[in-house]
């Protein structure tokens, strides 16, 4: 029986990330560091400021069997704007009142479960909690789930609370995220109003109708130089013969652009400006955004969902920037101003909406409400991480049965924003490992467990 429960207890700890703390630029206690089943790894330092509350900053990423790569220089939410459909009121709430300080809320063991709580000022109010999430790939012979670590806070401002929250998976994606949650806070006597809803048991007022706009601020420092990044706007355009392709523009100069649904609008952030598609590198696709809030009367800057600026110290904020840095502009539309980030040191700025309708369902707690995005890790490794890279009998006959043929085309495309472009064609071999992908997928489909939810 001892020698079952020893060989129980060994399984259980080889299959555990375990937290480790590496060589930073920041003293211990602000540091973080998380080391996966694949080999890999992330570490970071953390910082609690009055507005912002959590910045991250000094971000590596350690592939299996590789150095500390340098992804980020900082992260942070640098606005969450709030505006009501009637225009009465709108809120700025990390410029007006701040998501650190005395709005962040102590956090309990059961808040954080199995993980790791740091505090702030004393109290607990950040948690660390590594997790698996759902299957990371599947073949005919092999399961994995995906791993991640979290690091979230939760701020009370008003009547709402926020979960801020940073993940990242030991692939080299992250996915920044922010949950809305407390109760709703604004209503109209009008009983009628169009611009929210009678709730259940309130018939003499409507609750009023809002859009939370998340603004996140990512300072890229991909590799060993953080001035030689490349951020290119990529479009699939649908031409007559019904076929998608790819054009791909650099961006050149400071930008303000939008999320075209149409073209499939989505960002690639490439560590240095190299000709082969192989180029490590992270992409943002903007899958889940929403429905955005755009008024150009009272705040233009919204009428834009991505923002490519030079990095200046005193840019930190969205919207009523001023305030705080009065020789600097007042938003972020004000930012761009057509410099050239030939060179430079890149910051982005991203910016995901929600629409919040008030239903029965929100009163007196509502549920939480989540929006973010993610940016995937683009050739931070060679394969699959975390495979043996031995393919299956089935993967292999299906690849020897499969007929590859190669006639994908990246459109040239000269913008206002850049230049000419020249896309590379996808390769016999990048196809090849598409169609490996998909044919996996059908045989699985075919052998398939159907669980009863």
Known sequence: MLIRIAILLLLVLSVTPRLAHGNLDCPVEYQISAQFENGAA????????????????????????APLYSVFNTLRLSQLHVSYDDSNVTYNDITEFGLGGGYVVELKQ????????????????????MSSEDDSYKTPDETRQSQSISIFSVSQVGSYAYLVTWKFFADGSVEPSVGAAGALQRSSDHSH???????????????LSHTHNYYWQIDFDLGDDPNNDVVSELEFVTGKDGRRALSKTPLRVEAARTINPKTMTSWL????????????????EPQNYGHKMVNKVTDPY???????????DCERF?????????????????????????????????????HHVPRNED??????????????????????????????????AA???????????????????????????????????????????????????????
Not at 116 to 124: H, R, S, V
Request: charged share 25%; net charge negative.
């Open 42 to 65: 992330w570490k970071m330092c953390w910082d609690s400021r009055k507005r912002e509350n959590i910045v991250l900053s000094d971000v590596h990423f350690q592939p299996q069997g």
């Open 269 to 284: 952030i490439s560590d240095g400006d190299h000709k082969s598609g192989l180029v490590a590198g992270y992409l943002i």
């Open 363 to 396: 009163r007196h707690v509502m549920h939480s409400h989540w929006d973010g995005f993610v940016m995937q890790a683009r050739n931070l490794h060679a394969q699959t991480p975390g495979h043996s890279g031995v393919e299956s009998d089935q993967v292999l």
């Open 110 to 129: 059961e808040d954080c479960p199995g993980g790791q709580l740091i505090e702030i000022g004393g109290l607990n109010r950040l948690c660390t909690l």
């Open 193 to 207: 109003s169009h611009h929210g809803r009678t709730l259940e048991d309130v018939p003499d007022k409507s609750w």
């Open 318 to 354: 969205v919207s009523e920037n001023a305030k705080y840095y009065p020789e600097c502009e007042e938003d972020i539309l004000q930012f761009v101003n057509n410099e050239s980030i030939n060179g430079e040191d890149i910051v982005l700025w991203h910016r995901i909406s929600f």
């Open 302 to 312: 919204t009428e834009f969902d991505f923002f490519v600026t030079r990095q200046n």
């Open 399 to 453: 690849i020897a049965s499969t007929d590859i043929q190669s006639d994908a085309v990246v459109q040239n495309k000269e913008t206002e924003i850049g230049c000419s472009v020249v896309g590379n064609r996808h390769s016999s071999r990048d196809v090849g490992l598409l169609a490996l992908m998909l044919l996996s997928f059908l045989c699985l489909r075919r052998g398939r467990i159907t669980l009863v939810d």
